[in-house]
């Protein structure tokens, strides 16, 4: 027996080829086959939606600005030492670039980069060169200096030489309130200017107060709603339902019409005298009215992954636990609520993914204290225009929310993911 | 919970009632800020409260004459006809390339399935403001930005993962044999196709369909960005309402928006008996 060489072994077809290699071929080809349907999709969502996101996430480490419009002076500022004015010839350079950049309309960008990372500096490039028009020749060092004195300053060449990298991670250092010092060392931003970590830790804390609201109120009803008969469940899930299907800026507009100071909800307070009429309550337009919106808003999406895990739970498990002796707060600790962990699981992160994003609501029901992390993002893109900041911003939320997928496919699985 | 045993207690009782009223309370909080805008809509008076005289239901408080607003303003019109174009054209683009991926997705043989399955979702899980702040700088590029191109494309990249996520579900429970039985009936894969695997994927197909155009055609966050004055959607016309100065006329446009949620529920509560029924699931 122990002689029989492994080629003795190996089955073949009838054509000769061994068994196994057919058997590989066929598998092949039809994972290719299962392959090329998949394929349209995913070339189509890689082009239009992955594509268009590493394009802005490459964004918030890019840095042509500078490199491009001063790229002479840069390379004459090569051997310049930290804490010199350099001398006539970079002077020069520098002017000479600065007039074709004013020309090529590039010197405002410029002026607006520098000024990210030495606040009021923007001034100093756009009237330099300005002026530099009309200055035809040297001592080019004596002009730029009798243009603004900041010339002099050691620090706005160390800043000039920074921004001149190609890249830079300068904005994602703004997005969690740190900054390059001159010397290229990293270091806080003063007190007054650190605003994105506090705004980070408030839509994570507000996130997490709308995920605990909606298991708190999502709970009692997938619980009603299970252990009622077929017919009336069906009737309260339409109840659950509906706003589910509801427009959202349907559901936003209600909310205001409800919580605004002439609103609905105000007035029926006023009717009862449980309040006056002149100290009417402020419900909208800060954080209590995001909260409340998107509470409402994201309930559903808690239910209906509560109601599917309890309706597979049997009640005579409860039914054994009470004839058992247990009293029923410890018959739906012990028994009911650990078979219902999936179900909070899975509804919990869905709604704390979708909360830690959210733009429209808060941007119309927030007012100037409910914003979150994405009103900023919005912020920089359309008024500000500092597409680098918005871009580093988007980074970091996009890595937390990637952060939380991953974990939500590990515990629920996407396939899971239930709809209605 | 279903019934109340007849030996309970006074203090499960209260339990009980009181544990019904909580819910009770609950699905208020859920249904009535669709309801409370309803009645408004008819108001005669340019408020956003009811005054007295509509709360005696007396005829002179109610008028159509929000409604007639909304037909009576172009904007308004332009901004309903965009948005069933863009949500028309991209629920059939979001259906089609959807409907044939899960058909691959669910084959046994499908190679990285959880990778794959993970990138064609993540638009639904990628939170809006990213997208719409990516699509602005790229379709800008390209030329793509403030065309009904751009926003179709957008639109069926965000609508594809609920029906690649629907049509998934429905194949979940798909008898393969069927398809055997019927190629050694004689059907090539074509009639096969079209004659028993499309019949018992259609309801999560339509279902799909429905998913993707609900969330075309309530989309405002990538129009904000994508779309220009001319491609304008109802979402839209309505966010500029709320931002600039509330009119009642939006509270017309948000019962229409209302009653169209309604049907198209019904429709989906239509599909998924069929469904059941189809695959012989009895509900109980």
Redesign the interface.
């Known amino acids: 027996m122990a002689e029989i060489t492994a080629d003795q072994t190996v089955i073949t077809t009838a054509d000769g080829v061994p068994l196994k290699s057919r058997l590989a071929q066929a598998e092949r080809r039809k994972k290719i086959a299962a392959f090329a349907l998949v394929l349209p999709l995913l070339a189509f969502i890689l082009i239009t939606f992955i594509v268009p996101i590493l394009d802005m996430t490459f964004r918030s480490v890019d840095n042509p600005v500078v490199a491009e419009t001063l790229p002479r002076t840069l390379a004459a500022l090569e051997t310049w030492k930290f804490g010199e004015v350099p001398d006539e010839p970079v002077f020069a350079i520098l002017a000479e670039e600065m007039v074709a950049g004013s020309k090529a309309r590039t010197i405002g960008k410029v002026a607006t980069r520098l000024n990210y990372e030495m606040p009021g500096s923007r001034s100093t490039i756009t009237k330099t060169a300005r002026r530099l028009k009309r200055i035809k020749q040297g001592p080019y060092k004596e002009a730029f200096l009798k243009i603004d004195k900041k010339w002099g300053d050691p620090d706005l060449w160390a800043r000039l030489k920074q921004i001149g990298a190609p890249y830079t991670l300068s904005y994602y250092l703004a997005a969690v309130d740190m900054q390059y010092d001159a010397e290229g060392n990293i270091v806080s931003q003063p007190e007054d200017r650190q605003i994105y970590v506090p705004l980070f830790v408030r839509t994570l804390w507000v996130s997490l107060l709308i995920t605990g609201l909606c298991l708190l109120l999502a709970y009692p009803i997938a619980y009603l709603m299970a252990t009622l008969p077929t017919g009336i469940s069906n009737l309260l899930m339409i109840m659950v339902l509906l706003p589910f299907w509801t427009s959202l800026l349907v559901r936003t507009t209600s909310w205001i019409v409800l919580l605004q100071t002439e609103g609905v909800l105000n007035d029926i307070a006023v009717w009862l005298g449980l309040i006056g009429d002149d100290n009417r309550l402020q419900m909208i337009y800060n954080m209590t009215g995001t909260v409340i919106a998107m509470v409402h808003i994201l309930l559903p999406f808690m239910v209906l992954p509560l109601f599917s895990v309890m309706k597979t739970i049997s009640p005579s498990y409860m039914r054994a636990a009470r004839s058992l002796g247990a009293t029923p707060p410890r018959a739906f600790w012990t028994v009911y609520f650990p078979q219902t962990v999936p179900g909070i699981g899975a509804g919990s992160i869905l709604v704390f993914i979708l909360a830690i994003g959210y733009y429209i609501t808060p941007a119309l029901v927030g007012g100037r204290t409910g914003q979150l992390i994405s009103n900023f993002i919005a912020f920089h893109m359309q008024k500000s225009l500092n597409w680098g900041l918005a871009a580093a911003l988007g980074g970091i939320l996009l890595l937390g929310v990637l952060a939380l997928y991953w974990l939500y496919n590990r515990i629920v699985g996407i396939d899971n993911m239930k709809l209605g | 919970?279903?019934a109340l045993p007849p030996y309970a207690g006074p203090l499960?009782r209260s339990?009980y009632y009181g544990?019904?009223v909580?819910?009770g309370l609950?699905?208020l909080?859920?249904?009535?800020?669709?309801l409370?805008?309803v009645p408004?809509s008819f108001n005669a008076e340019p408020?956003?409260?009811?005054n007295e005289s509509m709360l005696r239901l007396e005829p002179e408080a109610y008028s159509l004459r929000w409604y007639e607003d909304i037909f009576n303003n172009p904007q308004w019109v332009h901004s309903i006809k965009n948005s069933f174009i863009v949500a028309i054209f991209s629920t059939l683009l979001a259906t089609f390339?959807?409907t044939?991926?899960a058909?691959?997705?669910s084959?046994a043989?499908?190679?990285y399935r959880?990778a794959?399955?993970?990138?064609?979702?993540?638009?639904m899980?990628?939170?809006?403001?990213?997208?719409a702040?990516?699509?602005?700088?790229?379709?800008s590029?390209i030329g793509l930005a403030q065309t009904y191109l751009g926003l179709i494309?957008?639109h069926?990249?965000l609508g594809?993962p609920?029906v690649?996520?629907?049509v998934?579900?429905t194949l979940v429970g798909f008898d393969h044999s069927l398809t055997r039985a019927s190629a050694s009936l004689g059907a090539d894969p074509t009639r096969t196709f079209f004659k028993v695997i499309v019949p018992l994927i259609l309801p999560g197909v339509i279902?799909g369909a429905l998913?993707a155009f609900?969330t075309s055609?309530?989309e405002?966050?990538v129009v904000l960005?994508l779309a220009g004055f001319e491609q304008r959607t109802i979402?839209r016309q309505?966010?500029a309402g709320?931002?600039e100065q509330?009119s009642p006329t939006?509270?017309a446009v948000?019962t229409l928006?209302?009653t169209f949620?309604?049907v198209?529920?019904s429709v989906?509560e239509g599909l998924?008996r069929r469904n059941e029924r189809l695959r012989g699931i009895r509900?109980?």
């Open positions: 919970m279903a499960e339990w544990f019904r909580l819910c609950i699905f909080f859920l249904i009535m800020p669709i409370v805008i408004l408020y956003f409260t009811f390339l959807g044939l991926a058909l691959g997705l084959r043989y499908m190679p959880t794959v399955m993970g990138v064609l979702i993540s638009p899980i990628v939170p809006l403001i990213i997208t702040a990516g699509m602005y700088f790229f379709y590029k494309l957008a069926t990249a594809t609920f690649v996520i629907t998934t579900a279902s998913f609900i055609f309530d405002v966050v960005f979402p309505m966010w709320i931002r509330i939006i509270l948000a928006l209302i949620s309604i198209l529920m989906l998924r509900s109980t």
